[in-house]
């Protein structure tokens, strides 16, 4: 694999000065795209896309050609590790992931291991055929689910607004819920080394349900976990932690060994300025923003922009692309980020 010709978000992790600020969207290799759309139509579904190393990887590629994103991230889902572990999940069209299987007692807990990180080769052979076809044009960006999101899952078996069995578990049965949390941590380790041995340049760990626990329970019970991840992985490659929904966090999550802190939209610029010096911020734009007219997609990228002048940035979404956007508005935002210069 040749040097990067575009390293922008990799100083921008790094803290360093850069010509112009990075922009790449969470979800930008996806349902957006009617190229990828084309892609998905020609298999099965989503699980045979993400275990083919070629097609993963055309899909990855597809928002550096078409948007310009500054990197690209391997096209995969956090649900390969529970699966990995002996969980087994379907995505059901419509209606997300669904898991035969849960995990509720010690002795459901035996249906599952830490995970052979091999047994996730595939997303490996997704990563090394994604660099090998960018030929150092853009960096990529390897990624995971945080433990407790992970563990969400695989106690309430499918997506939830409440997730009310996983917050049960914590209360009813602490012992269980730390020992599932351990197997999930161990395994994440294994598998973020592996993707980063493969040529992952900056992982990101996804906490996305962080907002179903108040700030004790995720600083006694996914904090911990999430440190174990950063302390494991400092050093390997930058590292940026996002937990959606969770601000109250934010402060905590920079005391961590990480180099970027994830926003979402509603964590005001200011705030987060202040509570994680010294590390690099991530966001934050309401991706609803993109439903509106160009000019107005201008402002108030140009007014997000604005809000975080002086401060080591990387600009993004809030959260994902939602799948109805046109890609027209997403290029839009991605342009405006390019051309604004701080000075």
């Excluded at 600009?315 to 701080?342: C, Q, S, W």
């Amino acid at each position: 694999m040749s040097d990067l010709k575009n390293d922008l978000i990799l100083r921008a992790a790094r803290g360093e000065k850069t010509k112009r600020t990075p922009v790449w969207l969470m979800r930008q290799a996806g349902r957006i795209l009617p190229e990828y759309r084309a892609v998905r139509a020609s298999l099965s579904g989503f699980k045979e896309l993400v275990e083919t190393p070629e097609r993963a990887a055309e899909v990855t590629i597809q928002p550096v050609d078409i948007l310009g994103v500054d990197a690209a991230i391997i096209f995969s889902d956090i649900l390969v590790v529970p699966e990995a572990m002996g969980l087994i999940y379907q995505m059901v069209e419509k209606k997300g992931p669904l898991f035969e299987k849960t995990i509720r007692t010690h002795k459901d807990l035996e249906q599952v291991k830490v995970c052979d990180p091999e047994e996730l080769s595939y997303v490996y052979e997704a990563i090394k055929i994604t660099n090998n076809e960018l030929n150092g044009r853009v960096p990529l960006i390897g990624f995971a689910g945080a433990p407790f999101t992970i563990f969400c899952y695989m106690v309430e078996g499918s997506g939830s607004k409440t997730f009310s069995n996983a917050r049960k578990l914590i209360y009813a049965n602490p012992e269980l819920a730390h020992q599932l949390m351990q197997m999930i941590t161990d395994s994440t380790i294994a598998y973020l080394k592996g993707q980063i041995n493969a040529g992952a340049h900056l992982i990101q760990i996804f906490d996305s349900w962080a907002s179903v626990l108040g700030q004790e329970l995720y600083r006694d019970f996914s904090l911990p976990y999430m440190k174990k991840i950063t302390d494991a992985l400092f050093g390997l490659a930058p590292i940026t932690l996002f937990a959606k929904g969770a601000n109250f966090s934010i402060k905590d999550l920079a005391s961590l060994q990480c180099n970027t802190v994830g926003l979402d939209w509603n964590v005001p610029v200011s705030f987060a300025r202040e509570q994680c010096l010294g590390k690099t911020l991530q966001g934050n734009l309401d991706p609803a923003v993109l439903y509106s007219s160009g000019r107005d997609i201008v402002y108030h990228t140009k007014k997000m922009m604005a809000a975080f002048v002086g401060h080591p940035h990387i600009a993004n979404l809030g959260h994902g692309v939602y799948p109805d956007m046109r890609p027209e508005a997403v290029k839009t935002f991605i342009n405006t980020v390019k051309e604004y210069r701080h000075e």
